[in-house]
DNA sequence: AGTTTCGGCGCC
DNA sequence: AAAGGGCGCCGAAACT
């Protein structure tokens, strides 16, 4: 019995599929079946599939309630093979793949189109010219060949797998939506915000405080014109060079307390109010499109709904079904932790394979027990900062933590020099690419240091300087490792859930919602620690590292905290 | 008039 | 106290 079949799509509608055996080559006939879900029904056991596009696929597997154990999303490797090696401006899509190993006109890959309000439509149509089964294993054996190329192939392996696992995770929980109660957002709304006032007007909290703010200044200003609101500032005598919150609050001024309360209360207007309620809540679910890799580092994106920045105040309205929980489950201290097992610190690794907070346990080491100060001399360290106390803390780090501090230090420098860096398990950080017509043909290619002033940055990077570059990939190691990590673990997770009502609902970087009958929740509690020990394991192989979660079964999102 | 960028802020 | 990484979203401003 062979463990993975290859499925491609036909013109027509039906669908070929075929079993691979070692190497990606065929190891039995081609077979034809009318539609994906009556393949893949017919071949329940099957344990992975390897296909074009799971965003193509699975989507309309899952409308027929098929589900799949694994599979291989030959685009998605593609993507991740080419930026390990140093190609990651070139084409992804599997045709371009074919072209390429046939020495052919690589083809442009399609334009991305964004979501609508409430579609069900996978972010990727399909495209219209399909790859036939042949030229589909041709690429995929071919791709076998390149990760026994990199680095670790083992890790490259875990990588590309954890990553199409991490695909039907979120094709499953872009299927189930998350249980949203109208009702209460609703009544959130009104208590926030007042009565809405016909025409789409603001609401009557928000006219009342613009009022007030008015009254402050002594004429009409609009609070969310930035423009506006800093002349009102400037005819005060106050020079402001912008209308920054943290700005705002250094100020001596009685518009400052009314202002401050309407751009918070503005944005929950603007960004998750009445309109996005009508626009992306259905049938008691936030369906929300999540996309699996998303960004460079590897984290998730959602594309419409702003479903990774959902303000706590309307979390009161995820409310679980009648006689259902949420399981709630939040990574403590993920980076850091990630850090330890990366950097092999023996001194990071020891305090962070305690459960305990590990801020506290840094600031016993190295900061007298000031653990504010310790979380942010570590934050410091991840993010890079370049100024204020979080330099003079990273320096007590560094004496405690050498190999740590190192260990992003040394990324900063490859990434300011243009040279590749690289997460544990290989998704690699592009370098910069020269701006222009010839981008395509440029992009790529390493940047000597004293190239860099002009160049751009690829998109996704906030500046062009070196320094900037430095900062991103010293993040980069660390978060994208998180990343690989949390990959690990939801294709654990969902596993276990595989076999009880329990459906993951939502993701967020370091924190996972699964929504469950409540007399499953404990075994859910149960299954998140064996899947983070399994993905720690499984990630960074045999280290002292833990990595605990803070869970709370909960009928209420808000609840959790 | 339609499209892109900016400013600001939500989450991690 | 000051401002370091990643995103998405909105309306306004700036552009074509």
């Given at each position: 019995m062979t463990d993975r079949w290859a499925l491609a799509p036909a013109e027509d509608g039906g669908v070929e599929i075929a079993p691979l055996g070692p190497g990606g080559l065929f190891a039995g006939p081609v077979r034809r079946a009318a539609d994906p879900a009556e393949a893949v029904r017919g071949l329940p056991d099957v344990p992975r599939w390897v296909w074009r596009s799971t965003a193509e696929t699975y989507p309309r597997l899952l409308a027929t309630g098929v589900r799949v154990e694994r599979c291989y999303d030959v685009e998605d490797a593609e993507t991740l093979l080419l930026g390990h090696e140093g190609r990651s401006g070139e084409p992804r899509s599997a045709a371009a793949a074919l072209a390429r190993l046939h020495g052919g006109p690589v083809p442009p890959d399609p334009p991305q189109r964004s979501a609508e309000p409430g579609s069900q439509s996978p972010l990727f149509e399909p495209q219209s010219v399909h790859l036939p089964l042949t030229d589909l294993v041709e690429v995929y054996a071919d791709q076998q060949r390149r990760h026994d190329a990199t680095a670790h192939p083992d890790r490259m392996r875990l990588l590309t797998a954890a990553e199409s696992a991490g695909m039907l995770v979120a094709a499953e929980m872009n299927r189930s939506g998350l249980p949203w109660s109208a009702d209460v957002h609703r009544r959130v709304l009104h208590e926030l915000l007042g009565d809405r006032y016909a025409?789409?007007?603001?609401?009557r909290r928000l006219a009342e405080l613009a009022d007030e703010v008015s009254a402050a200044f002594g004429r009409r200003v609009r609070p969310d014109l930035p423009a506006d609101v800093v002349k009102a500032f400037a005819q005060d005598g106050i020079k402001l060079k912008s209308t920054r919150r943290w700005e705002i609050e250094t100020v001596d001024h009685p518009a400052v307390k009314p202002l401050i309360e309407y751009k918070k209360l503005y944005r929950i207007w603007v960004a998750h109010g009445w309109s996005w309620l009508q626009d992306w809540v259905r049938e008691g679910r936030f369906r929300p499109e999540f996309q699996a890799g998303g960004t460079v580092t590897g984290r998730w994106v959602t594309n419409g709904g702003g479903a990774l920045q959902i303000p706590k105040v309307i979390r009161r309205a995820v409310v679980a079904d009648p006689g259902w929980r949420l399981v709630v489950a939040d990574a403590d201290q993920m980076e850091p932790r990630v850090l330890a097992a990366i950097s092999r610190d023996p001194g990071l690794m020891e305090v962070a394979g305690r459960e305990s907070d590990l801020y506290q346990s840094v600031s016993e080491r190295a900061f007298s027990g000031d653990r504010a100060q310790a979380k942010l001399a570590v934050l410091g360290a991840v993010y890079g900062q370049t100024s204020g106390d979080g330099l003079k803390n990273l320096a007590a780090l560094r004496r405690r933590f050498p190999r740590a501090v190192a260990y992003v230090d040394d990324a900063a420098r490859a990434g300011e020099e243009g040279r590749l860096v690289r997460t544990w398990l290989g998704r690699t950080c592009p370098p910069a690419v020269r701006t222009g017509d010839d981008a395509s043909e440029e992009a790529g290619i390493p940047l000597a240091e004293d190239e860099s002033e002009d160049r751009q940055w690829v998109p996704?990077?906030?500046?062009?300087n070196a320094r900037a570059r430095g900062r991103f990939a010293r993040n980069f190691v660390v978060q994208g490792s998180a990343a690989d990590w949390t990959l690990l673990l939801l294709a654990a997770l969902r596993q276990a859930c595989a076999?009880?009502?329990a459906e993951l609902v939502f993701f967020q970087h370091d924190e996972v919602i699964v929504h469950c009958p409540e007399d499953e929740a404990e075994t859910v509690v149960t299954a998140i620690r064996e899947a983070s020990d399994l993905a720690g394991r499984l990630t960074f192989?045999?280290?002292?590292v833990r990595f605990p979660f803070t869970t709370a079964v909960v009928e209420c999102y808000a609840d959790a905290k």
């Amino acid at each position: 019995m062979t463990d993975r079949w290859a499925l491609a799509p036909a013109e027509d509608g039906g669908v070929e599929i075929a079993p691979l055996g070692p190497g990606g080559l065929f190891a039995g006939p081609v077979r034809r079946a009318a539609d994906p879900a009556e393949a893949v029904r017919g071949l329940p056991d099957v344990p992975r599939w390897v296909w074009r596009s799971t965003a193509e696929t699975y989507p309309r597997l899952l409308a027929t309630g098929v589900r799949v154990e694994r599979c291989y999303d030959v685009e998605d490797a593609e993507t991740l093979l080419l930026g390990h090696e140093g190609r990651s401006g070139e084409p992804r899509s599997a045709a371009a793949a074919l072209a390429r190993l046939h020495g052919g006109p690589v083809p442009p890959d399609p334009p991305q189109r964004s979501a609508e309000p409430g579609s069900q439509s996978p972010l990727f149509e399909p495209q219209s010219v399909h790859l036939p089964l042949t030229d589909l294993v041709e690429v995929y054996a071919d791709q076998q060949r390149r990760h026994d190329a990199t680095a670790h192939p083992d890790r490259m392996r875990l990588l590309t797998a954890a990553e199409s696992a991490g695909m039907l995770v979120a094709a499953e929980m872009n299927r189930s939506g998350l249980p949203w109660s109208a009702d209460v957002h609703r009544r959130v709304l009104h208590e926030l915000l007042g009565d809405r006032y016909a025409g789409g007007g603001e609401p009557r909290r928000l006219a009342e405080l613009a009022d007030e703010v008015s009254a402050a200044f002594g004429r009409r200003v609009r609070p969310d014109l930035p423009a506006d609101v800093v002349k009102a500032f400037a005819q005060d005598g106050i020079k402001l060079k912008s209308t920054r919150r943290w700005e705002i609050e250094t100020v001596d001024h009685p518009a400052v307390k009314p202002l401050i309360e309407y751009k918070k209360l503005y944005r929950i207007w603007v960004a998750h109010g009445w309109s996005w309620l009508q626009d992306w809540v259905r049938e008691g679910r936030f369906r929300p499109e999540f996309q699996a890799g998303g960004t460079v580092t590897g984290r998730w994106v959602t594309n419409g709904g702003g479903a990774l920045q959902i303000p706590k105040v309307i979390r009161r309205a995820v409310v679980a079904d009648p006689g259902w929980r949420l399981v709630v489950a939040d990574a403590d201290q993920m980076e850091p932790r990630v850090l330890a097992a990366i950097s092999r610190d023996p001194g990071l690794m020891e305090v962070a394979g305690r459960e305990s907070d590990l801020y506290q346990s840094v600031s016993e080491r190295a900061f007298s027990g000031d653990r504010a100060q310790a979380k942010l001399a570590v934050l410091g360290a991840v993010y890079g900062q370049t100024s204020g106390d979080g330099l003079k803390n990273l320096a007590a780090l560094r004496r405690r933590f050498p190999r740590a501090v190192a260990y992003v230090d040394d990324a900063a420098r490859a990434g300011e020099e243009g040279r590749l860096v690289r997460t544990w398990l290989g998704r690699t950080c592009p370098p910069a690419v020269r701006t222009g017509d010839d981008a395509s043909e440029e992009a790529g290619i390493p940047l000597a240091e004293d190239e860099s002033e002009d160049r751009q940055w690829v998109p996704g990077y906030a500046s062009s300087n070196a320094r900037a570059r430095g900062r991103f990939a010293r993040n980069f190691v660390v978060q994208g490792s998180a990343a690989d990590w949390t990959l690990l673990l939801l294709a654990a997770l969902r596993q276990a859930c595989a076999d009880m009502a329990a459906e993951l609902v939502f993701f967020q970087h370091d924190e996972v919602i699964v929504h469950c009958p409540e007399d499953e929740a404990e075994t859910v509690v149960t299954a998140i620690r064996e899947a983070s020990d399994l993905a720690g394991r499984l990630t960074f192989g045999e280290t002292p590292v833990r990595f605990p979660f803070t869970t709370a079964v909960v009928e209420c999102y808000a609840d959790a905290k």
